[in-house]
């Protein structure tokens, strides 16, 4: 039972004119009465001792409300049916695709008519990178929002969008669109009056009146952007203040020390809920809290916020799930699903970040144990939340896993990171991959990669070489990576114009808005005369389409392919070689990849003791494990189950 001291909260809702007293309305209280106290218990941690903490706590539950008023009949039956699938999103039926509206399809009408595109491959799940107000030249992409209710009008509308989504509702598909709860643009209503001088909107923001905090905070305080943005805080002519700018200059950083903020940007987020989005992506939620003296990343109070922001979800939007965009080491990304009690109740979804840059370093060297070192770490996500799997997405690739994984092979951290960005940053003369680095912190030399998926896998030089056999190697390292994802466990997530081979595209160089920012050389522009190569036999395109749609197919067969913590990797007895066995009841299927320019075996006993032979549900052909080897060519890879 709740806090009877909370039964006010409860009163004021029944009471009100608003409430019928319908089925719904009973579900929704339900909802309520079942979550308040924690949300209450969460709320007074963080701001039980402002004097104000009460009625902004009656303001919280009215918005809750609201939103399940604002909640379509049509989404409602839909919370329903997921309510009943149980955990929706842990289903081997689902495979996504992110992407830039304006560059995969012209604008959000021009995406509705590339549904059956999609639909071919077997995507069903939408991720539209950011699509709200956001000013030109200083948009960081979409994540420096200027209006969280307003569509960027090169786009769309709202109306635009209700309508898209109601065609994902009629073919099953699913939406997933992003909210920045970090910063706004300095652009924003919020931060044009705190520039004005209204006092109460300047809490909104972190703003100083000299350098002091500022410095010491940035003692701790890592940067992000250390080339094209160095510091933490940019000065504010107009108001004589220093104010907090962790990403850009032009992004504010909200402070979340003030409960207005959080009512706010959860009123946006229950907003985007009943656009009828499936998944809300929450940008850089590890830096939502700022403290004196810490790195101002992953603090206590930021998994707080998301674990009430969660619960407020479960209470108005139940069908929507979130997820955390929080790019950090192993060990800490567990702890974005919750902890004790709130197991489960923070984040649904992770990117498997760790994972993604893991692939890309046994692609480059061949070697597959530090992989294999990061899985105890991984291993620890808990039942009923789920990964983001991918090869790459629209942020640079980043080498995010520990050092100690990388010592325990005999590596030295130093010299094999050193490797990597020679290999992939376009350094390395004989290095097979096209790519750059990027923010390259002048003081550690750390440095990330961009470049497109094909392009790191060797198909833009081979291509350039007009080397067929080199052509046919690269196609095959793109189908590895991706197929790795597709198995690995939770929902693939393809970045658009992969799956049709595109290559760097460096016409952002031409445009001053981009060309500070080599990230966008992996962020192509869509041609359809390309596109339309995937319907043509023989040619890369075509390679590459069909056998990533025939891989999604398979995925979508494989029941033992939901992300139900069943998973178990084999162990090492080639260093090139890795593999997983994934299993339901008595049911076993092994994946097993050649990260190897060579041909490479394993003893048969690694993955069947006894000697039986399998289907390789991949290559449609029987595998004979009566010679004691199986044998793998560069880059092969083997689904196998029982014969």
Same mark, same amino acid.
């Given at each position: 039972?709740?806090?009877?001291?909370?039964?006010?909260?409860?009163?004021?809702? &029944?009471?009100?004119?608003?409430?019928?007293?319908?089925?719904?309305?009973?579900?929704?209280?339900?909802?309520?009465?079942?979550?308040?106290?924690?949300?209450? +218990?969460?709320?007074?941690?963080?701001?039980?001792?402002?004097?104000?903490?009460?009625?902004?706590?009656?303001?919280?539950?009215?918005?809750?409300?609201?939103?399940?008023?604002?909640?379509?009949?049509?989404?409602?039956?839909?919370?329903?049916?997921?309510?009943?699938?149980?955990?929706?999103?842990?289903?081997?039926?689902?495979?996504?695709?992110?992407?830039?509206?304006?560059?995969?399809?012209?604008?959000?009408?021009?995406?509705? %008519?590339?549904?059956?595109?999609?639909?071919?491959?077997?995507?069903?799940?939408?991720? @539209?990178?950011?699509?709200?107000?956001?000013?030109?030249?200083?948009?960081?992409?979409?994540?420096?929002?200027?209006?969280?209710?307003?569509?960027?009008?090169?786009?769309?509308? =709202? #109306?635009?969008?209700?309508?898209?989504?109601?065609?994902?509702?009629?073919?099953d598909m699913y939406l997933m669109i992003d909210i920045v709860l970090n910063h706004t643009s300095h652009?924003?209503?919020?931060?044009?009056? *705190?520039?004005?001088?209204?006092?109460?909107?300047?809490?909104?923001?972190?703003?100083?009146?000299?350098?002091?905090?500022?410095?010491?905070? !940035?003692?701790?305080?890592?940067?992000?952007?250390?080339?094209?943005?160095?510091? %933490?805080?940019?000065?504010? !002519?107009? =108001?004589?203040?220093?104010?907090?700018?962790?990403?850009?200059?032009?992004?504010?950083?909200?402070?979340?020390?003030?409960?207005?903020?959080?009512?706010?940007?959860?009123?946006?987020?229950?907003?985007?809920?009943? $656009?009828?989005?499936? &998944?809300?992506?929450?940008?850089?939620?590890?830096?939502?809290?700022?403290?004196?003296?810490?790195?101002?990343?992953?603090?206590? !109070?930021?998994? *707080?916020?998301?674990?009430?922001?969660?619960? /407020?979800?479960?209470?108005?939007?139940?069908?929507?799930?979130?997820?955390?965009?929080?790019?950090?080491?192993?060990?800490? =990304?567990?702890?974005?699903?919750?902890?004790?009690?709130?197991?489960?109740?923070?984040?649904?979804?992770?990117?498997?970040?760790?994972?993604?840059?893991?692939?890309?370093?046994?692609?480059?060297?061949?070697?597959?144990?530090?992989?294999? !070192?990061?899985?105890?770490?991984?291993?620890?996500?808990?039942l009923g939340s789920s990964w983001i799997t991918y090869t790459r997405c629209h942020d640079d690739i980043? @080498?995010?896993?520990?050092?100690?994984?990388?010592?325990?092979?005999?590596?030295?951290?130093?010299?094999?990171?050193?490797?990597?960005?020679?290999?992939?940053?376009?350094?390395?003369?004989?290095?097979? +991959?096209?790519?750059?680095?990027?923010?390259?912190?002048?003081?550690?030399?750390?440095?990330?990669? %961009?470049?497109?998926?094909?392009?790191?896998?060797?198909?833009?030089?081979?291509?350039?070489?007009?080397?067929? #056999?080199?052509?046919?190697?690269?196609?095959?390292?793109? @189908?590895?990576?991706?197929?790795? /994802?597709?198995?690995?466990?939770?929902?693939?997530?393809?970045?658009?114009?992969?799956?049709?081979?595109?290559?760097?595209?460096?016409?952002?160089?031409?445009?001053?808005?981009?060309?500070?920012?080599?990230?966008?050389?992996?962020?192509?522009?869509?041609?359809?005369?390309?596109?339309?190569?995937?319907?043509?036999?023989?040619?890369?395109?075509?390679?590459?389409?069909?056998?990533?749609?025939?891989?999604?197919? $398979?995925?979508?067969?494989?029941?033992?392919? +939901?992300?139900?913590?069943?998973?178990?990797?084999?162990?090492?007895?080639?260093?090139?070689?890795?593999?997983?066995?994934?299993?339901?009841?008595?049911?076993?299927?092994?994946?097993?990849?050649?990260?190897?320019?060579?041909?490479?075996?394993?003893?048969?006993?690694? &993955?069947?003791?006894?000697?039986?032979?399998?289907? /390789?549900?991949?290559?449609?052909?029987?595998?004979?494990?009566?010679?004691? %080897?199986?044998?793998?060519?560069?880059?092969?890879?083997? =689904? @196998?189950?029982?014969?």
């Amino acid at each position: 039972m709740y806090n009877p001291t909370l039964q006010p909260f409860i009163d004021s809702i &029944i009471a009100s004119k608003k409430f019928k007293n319908s089925t719904q309305d009973q579900y929704f209280l339900h909802r309520l009465i079942a979550n308040i106290d924690d949300i209450h +218990a969460i709320y007074a941690r963080i701001y039980g001792h402002l004097p104000q903490a009460k009625d902004l706590f009656g303001q919280l539950i009215q918005v809750l409300f609201q939103a399940h008023l604002d909640r379509s009949p049509a989404l409602k039956n839909r919370d329903e049916i997921k309510e009943k699938k149980g955990q929706w999103f842990l289903s081997n039926e689902l495979t996504g695709m992110s992407l830039y509206v304006d560059r995969f399809a012209g604008n959000i009408e021009g995406l509705a %008519s590339k549904l059956p595109y999609l639909e071919d491959l077997g995507v069903n799940l939408l991720h @539209l990178m950011p699509l709200f107000k956001s000013p030109e030249g200083e948009s960081d992409g979409g994540y420096a929002v200027e209006d969280f209710r307003v569509i960027e009008e090169k786009l769309g509308t =709202i #109306k635009d969008l209700k309508k898209l989504q109601a065609q994902l509702l009629e073919k099953d598909m699913y939406l997933m669109i992003d909210i920045v709860l970090n910063h706004t643009s300095h652009h924003h209503e919020w931060a044009k009056k *705190a520039k004005a001088g209204n006092p109460e909107f300047q809490e909104y923001y972190y703003l100083y009146d000299d350098r002091s905090i500022p410095d010491q905070m !940035e003692e701790s305080m890592p940067e992000i952007f250390p080339e094209s943005s160095p510091g %933490s805080f940019t000065f504010q !002519e107009s =108001i004589q203040k220093w104010v907090m700018t962790v990403f850009h200059q032009y992004q504010w950083d909200l402070n979340y020390r003030n409960p207005k903020v959080l009512i706010e940007m959860l009123d946006n987020l229950l907003f985007y809920g009943n $656009l009828g989005v499936d &998944i809300v992506r929450i940008d850089a939620p590890a830096f939502i809290w700022k403290q004196l003296g810490t790195t101002c990343q992953n603090l206590p !109070e930021a998994h *707080a916020l998301l674990q009430l922001i969660k619960l /407020c979800t479960e209470v108005s939007t139940p069908g929507m799930a979130i997820l955390g965009e929080a790019i950090v080491a192993p060990a800490q =990304i567990m702890e974005y699903f919750g902890k004790g009690r709130y197991t489960t109740h923070e984040c649904d979804f992770a990117y498997n970040a760790t994972h993604m840059a893991l692939q890309w370093d046994a692609l480059a060297t061949g070697d597959t144990r530090i992989m294999l !070192e990061a899985q105890h770490e991984l291993a620890k996500k808990p039942l009923g939340s789920s990964w983001i799997t991918y090869t790459r997405c629209h942020d640079d690739i980043g @080498l995010g896993y520990d050092d100690y994984m990388i010592a325990n092979v005999g590596f030295t951290p130093y010299l094999h990171r050193y490797y990597l960005k020679n290999y992939y940053g376009g350094i390395q003369e004989d290095s097979p +991959a096209a790519g750059a680095l990027f923010a390259i912190n002048p003081k550690t030399q750390d440095a990330r990669i %961009s470049g497109s998926l094909a392009s790191l896998c060797g198909l833009e030089k081979a291509i350039a070489a007009k080397d067929s #056999k080199w052509i046919e190697e690269s196609i095959q390292k793109i @189908l590895l990576m991706e197929a790795h /994802c597709l198995f690995l466990g939770g929902i693939p997530m393809l970045f658009y114009g992969d799956e049709a081979a595109y290559i760097n595209d460096y016409s952002y160089l031409e445009d001053p808005n981009k060309s500070y920012d080599n990230r966008w050389m992996h962020r192509p522009i869509i041609h359809w005369e390309k596109n339309s190569l995937v319907k043509k036999k023989g040619t890369v395109e075509n390679k590459v389409y069909t056998s990533l749609k025939e891989l999604i197919t $398979l995925r979508k067969k494989l029941k033992v392919v +939901a992300d139900l913590k069943n998973i178990a990797w084999l162990p090492c007895t080639n260093k090139s070689i890795v593999g997983y066995v994934r299993y339901i009841e008595n049911e076993r299927i092994y994946f097993l990849f050649n990260f190897s320019s060579l041909e490479q075996n394993i003893p048969v006993h690694a &993955i069947e003791p006894n000697k039986q032979n399998k289907n /390789c549900l991949w290559s449609k052909k029987q595998v004979s494990l009566e010679k004691g %080897s199986l044998l793998f060519q560069p880059y092969q890879f083997y =689904i @196998l189950a029982d014969s």
